[in-house]
Structure formats: structure tokens, C-alpha cells
């Protein structure tokens, strides 16, 4: 057990080393950072300044070592448009993203988990090709597209949602809905058919063979083995909605993380964007760790030692 | 509960636990309906054992699993009568609503299985597994009921059943395990169990141990056995008869005395030849029998058993030969005998 | 009537494959013959036909606030979700089966350096980081469709290193091993051809999940630039005119919606037709 985690821990903490030198490497590639700064007219001196001041100067290597032990600290710099610490920008912001992606984690959990059960126990029927046609189209229907359908149909016909905003439970439905959709139908899916592989399974037979009512037999012997491996699923989907919801937090002016990131994006505010990317990135691998640590809590079939 | 009034057996004293009468079977496949067992009829009683051999694709295992109605999705009962008595009058099986089913399984017939790892269900502790069998027949016990499944882990020599009633089966040996099968198996006292192969999955040493166990328990509450297996060598240890089939048809039956040692279809002559023998001489090769069983899709005239039978004569592909009276409660299905076809005729 | 597993004895036949195999030929040839398909030059602007619902005279899908024809724009916007889903997924599955090869096959510290680059990948937000290397590296269509292919090679990374995993292990593998044959010749000529049926129906999954992400580029203003019509760009137009113009958001989204399902619908088929776990009513 010790062992497990000692390894684990430290393919996280390579990975977490690896997404700052992806990142470190996109950003020193894409241009350079005192040009952004200072208006085209500056000087030569001024470029040399600004370069040594912002550490740009020294060696590639050196930079990293700089930017890495920063990064540790939770310093990443300052928004080149406000001055503000670019990890107090992103830290604001995470509520709100947390807040989106629960919303949207437990509207797809209330659809999957009763459509996904109830498909999968009754296969081949109408019920089931009706789920799994939702599924189909749920999974097609691309987020922007379905946030704008939502905002059409709910606040331009009929008024009764607003378009945008934050704070009330009402701002929360539609962009959780609009994001919900695909992890509803894909969580389904998922539920459907661990039931129909577990429903076969030579234990489910047995229990029927000791004559347990249906209930029991669906409750003790197919459910309990069907849904602990979506257990892992639901967590990394989870993590993924977190950095995913960028398009609906843009549309329906949501002040998430993701939202912060794209205008920093377009605004060329690299502090921000690293910090916002790395904590992202950073928090997944965390979710995945803690994942991987509970299911092995919750099999007993994985032996602890 | 259904009854036919001109087919039933009425029960007598040393009556009939067990009637299956013209069992017939099919499966359903890409190209249309396979028969998988053919007509197949046989009948038990209390504290009787009978054994059912052949080769994987006989449908030894789907008359097992016709009698439980746990038939794969795809595979159907299509013709026949499975006769059992519960509650006081005569069910046919075969017709009974899945409601009176439930009630039946564990109750009136239980079975075990061939692997007891994939059997039981791997998230939950050995006890509850007992427990639910029990439960499964009776009012929810507050009381007694830890006490009756201690009983039960002890009854099949589980070693400290009070310390393992709380694992799971994968803490559990091969032999372990199939313990608690038999465990849950017999915790309502059915009056028939069907055993599918329980000790193939097993090792040398632990099958002796379980078909000791088996013997011991259906003696002393004199619980009908169906035991199905290929290993001859475990029929005349459990049984007292014996069903051999082939391709989904009995191809014969009888006493297990009468057939070791005068088995009358060739299938079973070879069968026993083919037995690995303590005494055989060193140097000898262990006979087989060439070529592999046809496809029951295949559909041929004639028997079934023509292309790879040594004694065949003109006739055996023309038509099947009926199931045939050779001796006091001894059947084969053959035009030639073994008998008849004596030493002379040498293997082709 | 179901049986003990919950299934019922009856299948519905399904001929929802050969629907989707049908539509996605459909949409190759429109984008192919666009230029002859097409009513309009989908870039013509028209200010006196602007917002003009579907089935105005002469333009079936209406106009947009430019007064483009929709149905051309629609058209042409099929070229760029096609390219991206060949050309990036071709990308990808390249750069992701060489790499899903070498970690499966050599194993050992290739193995553990590859999966580490896999893991760093996956812990990016896919979006995010298409949007970050995009705004880094600039946005011609080219370089989308690059990028696109360059940041997806993970999930065929994955898979191909687990089926190689698999095929090492088989006889046919040691037999041809023991002939002396080398490296190369093994891994390309015995163990990839055996190892690539799950790729095809990665790609399907792939080329529906690119199509939509390079969509919500386009969406953002972060995709091809905007004198090549995309369906992408045509639902942002369509965002600010929702009161007054339904089809400008809506059409768009249903091509993206119908090309992304006949995708997953032709991916389930092959897997279910390829995975040998899937358990066949035989």
C-alpha cells in the first residue's frame, strides 16, 4: 500500500513538472513577453531593461528553475493589464467554475444513473433504443450550440431565464444544463452497459438460481457491480468539466476560470493564462490521484496491505 | 401450479422427486433454430444420484440450467415436461410462470455451478452470500439467522466459520469456495440439486474432498443429485446411474454397474477404453477417440454418432436408431450393440 | 419477454450504421463538389437581402446579417470540419500510434517516458490547450488542423500501447522473432497490423470530438480566420441575432449536431463489431 503510494505520488509530481515545462516551453515560443509590454517605439535600452528586469536575459535553463520554484509558491506573476497577482485572478474565479461544473456533474448524474440502470435492465426494448437514441444525440450536440438553443428557447421565447449573469439559481440552470448534456449522455451510456455486462455475469445467474427476488438480485448483485467502476469515470469527469466549461462560461458570461483564460488568451496577458492553465492542469492531476486512491478504498477486491 | 392430468406421475412412496420427459432445446443462431438437446427424458428419486456425461456441446449443461430456466438469452425450451413437486402438487418447469420459479429455485431445486469464482458475487462477504440464500425462503429472521449460516459454513467444513463468514470469496481457495456453493446450495434442503461439473475447476486432491462432501450431505437428507460431468471416473465413485449423451440425445442409460461393464453404445465402449487406468501396462498410449463431435447445427441423417464410430454399419447412416431396451433399466440408442458387434470387428 | 440477464428475447434489427455511413458519404461529396453545389459565393454580401428567413426566393436557407446565402455557407463550412476531420485525425493517430508502438513494444523506460508525456498531455483541458498553442503559434486554417492533430494524439497513444501489449504476446510474434527478423520489421510488419482495428474506431470518436472542438474555435473567434466560412463562425454570428434571426444559430448547429452523430453512430457500430469482448446474441 505504502509502495502504491509512494509510486503513484511521484508519477504525479513528474507529471505536475511536466505541464510546467509544456506550458514554460508554449509561452517562451509563441513571442516574446517584453515586446508585448512596452510600446514598439521604446528603445533598444528599454527592450535590454525591461529583458533583465523580467529575467529574459539568462539562460533558458535558468529561467525555468525561476519560473518552476515561483510556480511552487503560487506566483506567477502579475496581469500585464491590471498588476493584479495572476493567482489571485484565478483563485476569484474558481468558485464560480467549481459551482458550474457541480451543477453540471449533478444534472448528468440525475439523468444517467436512473436512464442508464433503467436501459440496461430492460435491453432490447423500446426503453432502451429511446435512451440510447438520446445518448446518441446528447453526445452530438456540440455545448455552444445547445447554450444557445437553451438562451434561445428559454430566455427569447419564453422569458423566463435570464441570458446571463451570476448568482441566483437561476443563472446556474441553463449553462449547467448546456454543459451537463454531453457528460449525461455519456455517463449513461457508461451505466448502461457496465449493467448489461454485469447482467450476464455467471453471479447474477447464481443469485437467480438461489431464487432472490428480482429487487435483490438487481440491488445486490448487478447494481453494486455495475457502478463501482463508474465511480473513477465520474471523478475525472468531474476534473475535465472544470477546465471544459469554457465555452459555456463565455457564453453566458459566467466569471469562471475559463472565461478568465480565454481573454487572457486574446488579450496576450501571459502571467494569467500560465497560471490559470498550470492550476487547471495541476488540480486534475490532483482529482485523478485522489480517484485512483478511493476506488482502491472501495473495491474489496483490491487487497490493501 | 399447472399439472397435466394425463402425464403426471402420481407420487408413490419411493416416488419420483425429478421428471423431465422429451426435454427438447434450442438455440437460436445466425442461420436459424439449432436443436441442442433432443428429447431427452430421464427421471429421480429421493436420495438417488445420477450421473450425466458427455463432451463439451453434448447439452449436458443446458438440460441443467433448462431444468433451473436460467437458459442463456438466446436459447429456448422448445418441446417437454419438467416434472418437480412443491408445495403439495406436481409443477411442470417448463410452463411454470417466472413467479412460481422463484419460488421454486433454492427451494425445490438449487444448483451449483462449474467455476465458483465467477459464481459469487465479488463485492460482497461470504455470509451475506449464505444469508441471502436462506433469505431468500423464508420470513426476514432478526434472530438465528447468523447462527444458521455458521451452521451451514461448519456443516461443509469451512474451518472457523466465525472468522470468515465476514470475507470476501476472493480470500477463498478453489475448494473453499465451492464449499460455500454447496453451502448455499443446500441451505433450504431442496429435494434435488444439480451439480454442473463442481469439481473441474478444482484440484486432484480438493475434488476428492468435495465429492466426499457431496456424497455426505445428499445421503444424510436424501437430496436427489443430477451430477454432470465428462470424468467417468467420478460417476462410478457418486453415482448410481448414469445418462450418456451425445450432440444434445441420450445415447445411454442405466445402472452405472450394468454400464461400466457392459456398456452396449460404442460412444460409451470407447469412452471407458479411453479412461487413463492405474493397471494399464507401461509403454501403452492412452486410447482416444479420433475426431470431434458434429456441430448440432450440422443436420444429418442417421446417427449422430456415425463418423466416428468404429462398429457403424450401413444402416447407422440411414436412420437414428431409437433408444432401446438392453437390460433391466438399461437403454442404448444403436443398431449395432457392442454385444453384437462382440470381439471380432476390429476398430477401422 | 426478458430473459434471466435482463435482456429481451427479441433484438430490434438496427440500420442506424448504414444511415450514418450514408450521411457522412453525403457530406464528403458536398464538400468535394462545393464550388458546383453551391448557389452563391458564400463570402457574397448583400446587404439589401440580409436577415431573410429559409424559403425566402432564391436563398432556401435564408441570409445572414450580411445577406450571405446560408445553404452556400453552409456548403463551403463543411470543407473545414471535413479537413479537420481527416487531416488531424490522420495527424494524430500517426504521431499517436508510432509513440503508443514504441511504449508497447520496447517497454521499460521508452514505456515510462512516453506515458509520461501522455499523462502531461491529459492533464491539460483539451480545449484550453488547443486555444493556448493556437493563440501561441497563430491561426491560418493550416495551422489549426495541425495543431488539432498535433495536441490528440494521447487516446491512440493509449490504446495502441495496450493492444500492443496484447499482440506481443502471441506466438505468431515469438515465431517471427525467433527468424531473427529485427525491430522494425517486427513491430511494423507482425504486430501493427494486428494491433490497428481499435483505431479505427478511435478515429471515428476523434474525428467527432475534433470537428466539434475546432467548431468551438471558429465559435470563439480563435479558429480560421473569418473569410473562410465555418460552421463554427456562422452559430457566433448567429448569437447576437437570436431575437430577430432563429436560423442563423440554428442550422449551423444542427450540421455540426448530424455530422458528429453520424461519427459516434459508425464508431459504435465498428467497435461493437470489432471488440472481441462485446458479447455476440450467437
Not at chain 1, 449533478?106 to 426503453?127: D, E, H
Not at chain 3, 508497447?104 to 521508452?110: A, E, I, N, T
Request: hydrophobic residues 50%; glycine residues 8%.
Amino acid at each position: 500500500m505504502i509502495l502504491f503510494l509512494a509510486r503513484r505520488l511521484f508519477e504525479a509530481i513528474a507529471v505536475l513538472i511536466g505541464i510546467s515545462l509544456v506550458v514554460f516551453v508554449i509561452s517562451r515560443l509563441s513571442g516574446d513577453p517584453a515586446a508585448l509590454m512596452l510600446p514598439p517605439e521604446a528603445s533598444d535600452e528599454d527592450f535590454a531593461q525591461l529583458r533583465h528586469e523580467m529575467g529574459l536575459d539568462q539562460s533558458l535553463y535558468v529561467q525555468y528553475l525561476t519560473f518552476a520554484s515561483k510556480a511552487i509558491h503560487g506566483d506567477f506573476g502579475e496581469s500585464i493589464r491590471n498588476f493584479v497577482p495572476a493567482t489571485q485572478l484565478v483563485v476569484e474565479r474558481l468558485p464560480a467554475t467549481l459551482l458550474l461544473a457541480c451543477g453540471a456533474l449533478c444534472i448528468a448524474l440525475t439523468i444517467a444513473f436512473p436512464a442508464g440502470i433503467v436501459a440496461g435492465l430492460n435491453r432490447g426494448s423500446i426503453i432502451d433504443r429511446t435512451v440510447m437514441t438520446f445518448c446518441v444525440i446528447g453526445q452530438g450536440v456540440p455545448v455552444f450550440w445547445s447554450s444557445l438553443l437553451l438562451i434561445l428557447f428559454f430566455s427569447v421565447h419564453l422569458h423566463v431565464l435570464p441570458t446571463s449573469g451570476y448568482g441566483r439559481l437561476e443563472n446556474l440552470i441553463m449553462p449547467a444544463s448546456a454543459l451537463g448534456i454531453y457528460t449525461a449522455a455519456r455517463l449513461s451510456r457508461l451505466v448502461r452497459s457496465g449493467v448489461i455486462e454485469v447482467a450476464s455475469q455467471d453471479y447474477v445467474r447464481a443469485a437467480h438460481a438461489k431464487g432472490l427476488a428480482v429487487r435483490d438480485v438487481v440491488q445486490n448483485y448487478v447494481l453494486r457491480n455495475a457502478l463501482l467502476p463508474i465511480v473513477t469515470v465520474i471523478g475525472l469527469d468531474f476534473a475535465a468539466l472544470l477546465g471544459g466549461a469554457v465555452i459555456t462560461e463565455t457564453i453566458f458570461a459566467w466569471p469562471g476560470v475559463g472565461r478568465l483564460t480565454v481573454e487572457s488568451i486574446t488579450r496576450r496577458d501571459f502571467p494569467v493564462v500560465q497560471a490559470s492553465v498550470i492550476m487547471l492542469a495541476a488540480t486534475y492531476v490532483v482529482i485523478n490521484f485522489l480517484v485512483d486512491i478511493i476506488y482502491r478504498f472501495i473495491d474489496p477486491r483490491i487487497k490493501l496491505r | 401450479m399447472s399439472t397435466n392430468p394425463a402425464d403426471v406421475e402420481k407420487p408413490s412412496p419411493d416416488r419420483n422427486v425429478l421428471v423431465v420427459k422429451n426435454l427438447s432445446i434450442v438455440g437460436r443462431g445466425k442461420n436459424g433454430q439449432v436443436a441442442l438437446v433432443d428429447q431427452v427424458s430421464f427421471s429421480l428419486r429421493a436420495g438417488e444420484t445420477i450421473g450425466v456425461v458427455g463432451e463439451s456441446g453434448s447439452g449436458k449443461t443446458m438440460t441443467a440450467l433448462a431444468m433451473m430456466r436460467l437458459l442463456p438469452p438466446n436459447v429456448s425450451i422448445s418441446a417437454g415436461q419438467i416434472l418437480v413437486e412443491s408445495e403439495g402438487a406436481v409443477v411442470d418447469l417448463v410452463s411454470a410462470s417466472t413467479r412460481t420459479m422463484r419460488k421454486i429455485r433454492g427451494k425445490v431445486l438449487a444448483m451449483i455451478f462449474q467455476d465458483p469464482m465467477t459464481s459469487l458475487n465479488p463485492v460482497l462477504r461470504v455470509g451475506r452470500q449464505i444469508l441471502d440464500s436462506l433469505r431468500a425462503h423464508q420470513p426476514k429472521r432478526m434472530s438465528g439467522a447468523r447462527e444458521a449460516v455458521l451452521n451451514l459454513m461448519s456443516r461443509v467444513n469451512i474451518p472457523v466459520p466465525a472468522e470468515r463468514v465476514r470475507s470476501f470469496p476472493h480470500q477463498f481457495s478453489g475448494g473453499m469456495r465451492q464449499r460455500i456453493m454447496i453451502a448455499m446450495g443446500v441451505a433450504n434442503s431442496p429435494s434435488l440439486l444439480i451439480a454442473d461439473e463442481p469439481t473441474t475447476a478444482l484440484d486432484v486432491t480438493v475434488q476428492a474432498q468435495i465429492l466426499a462432501l457431496l456424497r455426505e450431505i445428499t445421503s444424510s437428507s436424501r437430496t436427489a443429485t443430477v451430477l454432470i460431468t465428462h470424468n467417468l471416473g467420478i460417476v462410478a465413485q457418486q453415482c448410481s446411474r448414469v445418462i450418456v449423451m451425445y450432440v444434445g440425445r441420450i445415447v445411454e442409460e442405466g445402472p452405472v454397474s450394468e454400464i461400466f461393464q457392459r456398456p452396449q453404445h460404442p460412444y460409451t465402449y470407447l469412452l471407458l477404453r479411453a479412461m487413463p487406468r492405474l493397471d494399464s501396462r507401461r509403454g501403452e498410449y492412452l486410447a482416444n477417440i479420433p475426431g470431434t463431435p458434429p456441430s448440432p447445427a450440422t443436420r444429418l441423417t442417421g446417427c449422430r454418432f456415425f463418423d466416428r464410430c468404429p462398429y457403424r454399419i450401413e444402416r447407422c447412416q440411414r436412420e437414428e436408431p431409437p433408444l432401446t431396451q438392453v437390460g433391466a433399466g438399461h437403454s442404448a440408442r444403436c443398431w449395432v450393440m457392442m454385444e453384437n458387434s462382440g470381439s471380432m470387428t476390429q476398430p477401422r | 419477454m426478458k430473459s434471466w440477464t435482463f435482456a429481451s428475447r427479441f433484438q430490434l434489427p438496427s440500420l442506424t450504421p448504414v444511415l450514418a455511413t450514408l450521411g457522412l458519404c453525403i457530406v464528403a461529396i458536398v464538400a468535394v463538389l462545393a464550388p458546383a453545389l453551391a448557389p452563391f459565393n458564400p463570402n457574397l454580401q448583400d446587404i439589401s437581402q440580409r436577415l431573410l428567413p429559409p424559403l425566402a426566393p432564391g436563398h432556401l436557407l435564408g441570409t445572414d446579417q450580411l445577406g450571405r446565402d446560408i445553404l452556400s455557407r453552409l456548403i463551403y463550412g463543411s470543407r473545414i470540419s471535413l479537413t479537420v476531420g481527416f487531416v488531424s485525425v490522420a495527424l494524430g493517430s500517426s504521431i499517436g500510434t508510432l509513440l503508443g508502438l514504441c511504449a508497447g513494444y520496447f517497454g521499460g523506460l521508452v514505456d515510462d517516458i512516453i506515458r509520461w508525456l501522455m499523462n502531461v498531455f491529459l492533464a491539460f483541458p483539451f480545449i484550453l490547450l488547443v486555444i493556448t498553442v493556437v493563440a501561441g503559434f497563430g491561426s491560418s486554417a493550416v495551422q489549426l488542423v495541425v495543431i488539432l492533430g498535433l495536441v490528440s494524439w494521447t487516446d491512440y497513444a493509449k490504446v495502441l500501447r495496450a493492444e500492443v501489449l496484447s499482440v506481443r504476446e502471441r506466438d505468431f510474434v515469438t515465431a517471427a522473432r525467433s527468424t531473427g527478423a529485427t525491430n522494425r520489421v517486427l513491430m511494423f510488419r507482425h504486430i501493427l497490423p494486428n494491433a490497428i482495428s481499435p483505431l479505427i474506431v478511435l478515429g471515428s470518436f476523434d474525428a467527432a470530438r475534433l470537428i466539434i472542438v475546432a467548431a468551438a474555435l471558429d465559435f470563439l473567434g480563435l479558429g480560421v480566420p473569418a473569410n473562410i466560412p465555418s460552421w463554427g463562425s456562422m452559430l457566433s454570428d448567429g448569437r447576437a441575432y437570436m431575437q430577430v434571426a432563429w436560423w442563423l444559430a440554428t442550422i449551423p448547429g444542427i450540421a455540426i449536431m448530424l455530422i458528429v452523430i453520424c461519427l459516434n453512430v459508425l464508431g459504435d457500430w465498428l467497435r461493437d463489431r470489432t471488440d472481441p469482448r462485446s458479447r455476440a446474441v450467437e
